[in-house]
């Protein structure tokens, strides 16, 4: 066994002085133990390691040993490489001579045409470390350690289900998920009729300029939102018209306004104000008083009609609050006339037969996509290879792919840049991906603020990516970003709203009623016809005043709303509205995919016309 008197000859003799010697000796100890070294043999790899970095100083410092870690895990990688250069690698023929029982012995004898893509075989999970060998930018472990990723006992474990259980299997989510990784017996993929994708360009574009927003940017965006939301409410015709809510009038009077807290915390019952419009009314905050209400669920930032007295002028009694916009699904009240009456049109045209047809399959996950103790992308490896084996219409990938913070790239211990890291582990793999499906799958790739490789602005352009011969199968999404996939309307979102919306929320509900408080997070979103309802945003959010208003805007329900949070997954169906007239989404978070050093969950989902008769599965990876 190394000690720390014969580590430090060594390094003696080859002409090197220790600084901070305690720490160095035992880091190199520890080195030693885990990687089978002599002393001798670890000076030697210190030497190559220093020769590289082109530096004349002979001082060993404790600040380097990271860099250091890292060339001996290249080191042991190469080593691997060399080692299994001799095994045999069974290709498509191989494996078809094996399924259809050619003998080995005639298999030259007979020409065969090449398959299809889409008609591959589906190989065995991939093997998650063996993998990462292919990519070198990995860090972390060593390439020859089983991770706790890897580790892990139960695989694809269904955690929640909502659907019917048949239908789903026929879409291939059968009782057996937990037990397909062990299956050994290679099955073709089953060809999926290929769906159409249409991107709705709201978002800011690549290359965009931000962060140049001003005071006034600001208060412009939040005076066109309360106008935006009275015009609604008076153009629908169920409301009175608008008063100043801060003018005393002894009669109820009708006003439309901004949830705003008086002070710098959180709100509470005794700091709601509302905030009416400075171009129909004073534009002056009043203190706004709920004791007469028994239901009712506000934020700030939040836009609601309120009806009730302020015979004072000093304070506004509700008698009523309506936080919904009374919009039909199809309609936005800041679009141009023609523009609106084309969407109606679209919309009378819409018959239920083409609805009913409208059915899509997806899969939905969402990053981190590797464990925090490196940088192998095994849980990304392990989602790719069940989307072989049972293969959806539409991969969605919500970020972060780089996580910004992950361990080793807040330390900056990787030896590549942030955009090489999504290019090699995450492009590549995608690509690879792609390739042997064939021209049946999309894959849809939207950012987070989190993503170290991309813009920190929210909202934020979709990825620049230029991929020959793929471009119409992978696509990059604006976040937040909509699209419609045969029909079916998707929204979706990255930046944790829900998490943020439930620190903000105050809410009041009759005693003994049971509320389901993620479906009422997230049909704020729909309710207020924004990705970003909650003003202002918290510090850690890079939000932009001056792109922002168009791009969060949701200008008609979607049909499915992916909302990846920290908080717990789930699959709801929301109703927004009353009676026949309500219109309903699905809204889905997937949970992380990584969570700390284990693996997390995603989603199988199957729309098939009707939110109600959606099919949908979260699975622990």
Known sequence: MATSEDIKKEFIRSGFTLVEEDEILETCVTLCINYSLKPSELVASWEIYHLNRQSTDQTVKNDEMDGFLLHLQNQQKEAMMKEEAGLHTYSNRDVDMLLDGIPEDTADEIVTTPTNKSQRLVPDSFDSVSRSRDYGYSTGKSVGHVTPFGQRGEKFVVKFRIGDVAAQSENGDNNDVENSEDDMIIKKVQTRRRCSLKVNGIGPEPGCRFMYDKTEDKLNALEK?????????????????????AVASQRSIFAVGMICCDGEGHLNDKSILLQSSAERTSGQRVPLDLNRL?????????????????????????????????????ADVDLPPAKKQNLDQEALTLTDESRENSEVSFIIASGPFTTQDNLLFEPLNELLAHAKRKPPQLLVLLGP?????????????????????????????????????????RVILVPSIRDANHDCIFPQPPFDIHIPDLEHQITSLSNPGTFEANQVKVGCCTVDVLKH????????????????????????????????????PPESLPYDSSIAPQALRISSIPD????????????????????????????????????????????????????????ASIISI
Do not use: W
């Not at 939040?302 to 039909?328: M, W």
């Not at 913070?405 to 492009?427: L, N, Y």
């Not at 309500?582 to 969950?601: D, F, I, M, Q, Y």
């Open 225 to 245: 939102r309360i106008v935006r939301h009275a015009d609604a409410f008076v153009a629908s015709g169920l409301y009175e018209e608008l008063v100043d809510p």
């Open 294 to 330: 028994n239901q009712f669920s506000i934020f700030p930032g939040q836009i609601v009609a309120v009806e009730g007295q302020n015979p004072s002028g000093h304070y506004l009694t509700a008698s009523k609050l309506v936080d919904t916009l009374p919009l039909t699904p199809t």
């Open 401 to 441: 792919f780089v996580d910004s913070e992950h361990p080793e790239i807040e330390k900056g211990a990787v030896d590549a840049t942030f955009s090489e890291i999504f290019q090699v582990e995450v492009i590549r793999r995608v690509q690879e991906y792609v390739e042997f499906m064939g021209s049946e799958v």
């Open 501 to 536: 919306l439930s620190v903000e929320e105050i809410s009041r509900n009759p005693s003994g009623v049971p509320t389901d408080r993620m479906a009422r997070l997230a049909s704020h979103l729909l309710r207020q016809r924004s990705f970003y309802p909650l003003y202002p």
């Open 560 to 615: 499915i709303l992916l909302l990846p949070s920290k908080m717990i997954y789930f699959v709801k169906v929301l109703s927004i509205g009353e009676g026949e007239d309500a219109a309903k989404c699905v809204c889905v978070n997937p949970g992380r995919l990584s969570k700390g050093e284990g693996a997390g969950t995603f989603v199988e989902l199957t729309y098939k016309g009707d939110p109600e008769t959606v099919h």
